[in-house]
């Protein structure tokens, strides 16, 4: 396990300049200043640069980052020159709108399992992929090497999934149900809940 | 519009202090200390004692923090205490499910419209909500007092919607498209992009 001194608030920018940085590369643009950067994210260009120099000299002074060489860098550094499989838990509203988005995941990393423990959904298919029973999840945790777990039902359930995910294995966890979920400490944890993310917004609203 | 000395980072926590505050007074709690809350979030606790001291002296030293008096601080810091009507453009998978929030959400903040422009989406209902079409954006933001717009169309369409919101008078925007909107410097972006959230995770994966 790598030691954690760059800051979560670091690792979770990295990926939207990545995303900055492929649309640049389907444009054939070659280089970017920080500049750029900043102004295309609303970042600062100096918080950019101390962001990229945390990873090593990428830029050139005065000419600025080569594209392809830095979506390398970052993909890199966020491992995504590897093959992650992702399983997914809850196949509701939301784990379809997630899967959907495996279109957008051009980077080996994939959901690769659902599951979800309702009659009405097990054996129905989403994106060509199917829903299987939970008692199935541990299993194919390990049959299928799969690394991250995406937790999308109730709150009610949310413990006992993670729980499951813990035994067969998963690495990390990405839980959108709106409660806390305990985990051992080598897991690490995200969580996407939407009411924190519209409750953090309204602190911005004018009085 | 507030001065922002208080960093993002420390923002997006007090939502999450919030849910833990209200689990515990729903059990009857009366008193929490930092390490407790440190426990229970994975924070260290002086660093949750420095982000509550920015608004105030809530703790009393060798006690802790009263749960209801730091509920109420952090709801008021949060702006929850006021109604916030919050409009939401993409009635599928995502937006349907989000919706589904609605019930979490018992802090007058409530989506309390939903537009969508295909044929076969507008007029039906979500949670007892109608689907209006995308026409009728701008008047019911004016008329309704909208103050929060929530995007989960496709990402080509993420910025004319954008546009739409901004042109209603919203003054903050949740975006769960993947993709940079831009839009006048005086409104707040939070980007909700699940690809992102994954991308950050696999940087904790081990080699």
Do not use: W
Request: with cysteine.
């Amino acid at each position: 396990m790598k030691t954690e001194k760059i800051s979560e608030a670091v690792v979770r920018r990295l990926p939207v300049y990545l995303r900055f940085l492929n649309e640049l590369n389907m444009k054939n643009v070659q280089t970017v200043s920080s500049q750029d950067l900043g102004n295309k994210l609303d970042l600062n260009p100096a918080q950019i640069r101390k962001d990229l120099a945390y990873f090593g000299e990428f830029g050139k002074k005065g000419i600025g980052y080569d594209v392809n060489y830095l979506i390398e860098k970052i993909r890199q550094i966020l491992k995504l020159n590897q093959d992650i499989a992702v399983a997914l838990v809850g196949a509701g509203n939301l784990g379809r709108a997630l899967c959907n988005y495996n279109v957008y995941l051009k980077d080996n990393m994939k959901i690769t399992a659902i599951f979800d423990d309702s009659p009405d959904k097990v054996g129905t298919s989403i994106n060509n992929l199917q829903v299987h029973p939970m008692k199935e999840l541990v299993g194919t945790i390990r049959e299928e090497a799969i690394r991250i777990g995406i937790i999308t039902v109730p709150a009610s359930e949310a413990q006992s999934v993670a729980d499951e995910f813990v035994r067969g294995g998963v690495e990390a966890i990405l839980n959108f149900a709106p409660v806390i979920i305990k985990v051992p400490m080598h897991i690490r944890v995200h969580n996407a809940d939407f009411t924190t993310d519209l409750q953090s917004l309204a602190y911005y609203l004018d009085e």
